[in-house]
């Protein structure tokens, strides 16, 4: 995909399910990527292994923790400044704890909100000067169709996804005069980590359900939300922003 050479990304939750493929599908156009994830996510390893892939130094690892906004705000600062500014931002990473409202504590329905969405915040605000500087940029912001249909006991994690919501739309205005887009993508059901939890002992099981739920009649790939992420950062979508691709194989229709 053109638009990539000589750029910098930099993607949270790299080292997982789809961030790692959101990685591949922007090295294999050209682009360097930062990856940012928890110390103990095996982003180093990997990091390494797309390196022999797509070239020294082509793939960083950034350790860190989102939950702790004070230190993301210094240690991107200190990365945007180490590579000369990003050019892409992916704020893709996020936990999904399962329970009813009631079971939630204050710290427990905090760290979604930090996680999920203040980190974001965050990020934007850090690396949205060094894209100016550069006469643009693009940011993307992975939601959920979560918040678009609802799901029972997942309440912190779909208010921490319309938080996405309002940072894309709003960004997008805000950042648009400098040629900045900001858009958002909201995967349906993709088999990755955070879906494990879901299966129960019966994978089939939950895999039929699933299709039934969508209009097309197979399950996804992470391929499937990484291609529609390079589509936003890529200028095949110059003239959209601030909007919200599903990528759910026809689960919800917005
Ligand atoms: N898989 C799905 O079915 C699905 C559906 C809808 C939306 N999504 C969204 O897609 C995105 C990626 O999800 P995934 O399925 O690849 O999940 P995943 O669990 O495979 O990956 C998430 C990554 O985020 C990292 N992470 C978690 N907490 C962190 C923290 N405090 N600091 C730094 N990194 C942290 C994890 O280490 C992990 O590598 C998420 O925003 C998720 O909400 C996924």
């Known amino acids: 995909m053109d638009g990539f050479q000589g750029k910098t990304a930099l993607v949270t939750g790299g080292a997982g399910g789809i961030g790692s493929m959101v990685c591949e599908a922007l090295l294999e156009s050209g682009c360097r990527v930062v990856l940012h994830d928890l110390p103990a996510s095996g982003g180093a390893a990997k990091a390494r292994a797309l390196c022999q892939t797509f070239g020294d130094g082509q793939a960083i690892f950034a350790p860190g923790d989102l939950a702790d906004l004070p230190g993301l705000k210094r240690e991107s ?4 400044a180490a590579v000369d500014g990003f050019d892409f931002l992916v704020n893709n990473a996020a936990i999904d704890p ?9 710290d427990e329905f905090l760290a979604v909100q930090t996680i999920n969405a203040h980190a974001a915040f965050i ?8 894209m100016k500087r ?4 693009g940011i993307v912001n992975v939601m959920s169709v979560i918040l678009s249909g609802g799901w029972s006991e997942k309440v912190p994690y779909a208010m921490s996804k319309g938080a996405l919501l ?4 709003s960004l997008a205005r805000e950042l648009g005069p400098h040629n900045i887009r900001v858009n958002a993508v909201s ?3 993709i088999p990755t980590a955070l879906e494990h939890k879901h299966y129960g002992n019966d994978r089939a099981a939950f895999d039929h359900r699933t299709i039934k739920m969508q209009s097309l009649p197979f399950r996804s790939d992470i391929r499937d939300v990484a291609d529609a992420a390079l589509y936003l950062l890529s200028p095949l979508s110059r003239f959209i922003t601030g909007q919200e691709l599903h990528v759910n194989g026809g689960m919800y229709m917005g």
């Not at 990020?123 to 060094?130: E, I, K, V, Y």
């Not at 550069?134 to 940029?137: H, P, S, T, V």
């Open 77 to 80: 600062q200190a990365l945007a």
């Open 98 to 106: 399962v329970a009813p409202i009631e079971a939630y504590s204050i």
């Open 123 to 130: 990020l934007c605000q850090t690396l949205a000067p060094h």
């Open 134 to 137: 550069k006469g643009g940029g």
């Open 166 to 169: 309002g940072l894309t739309r």
């Open 187 to 189: 995967p349906g059901a």
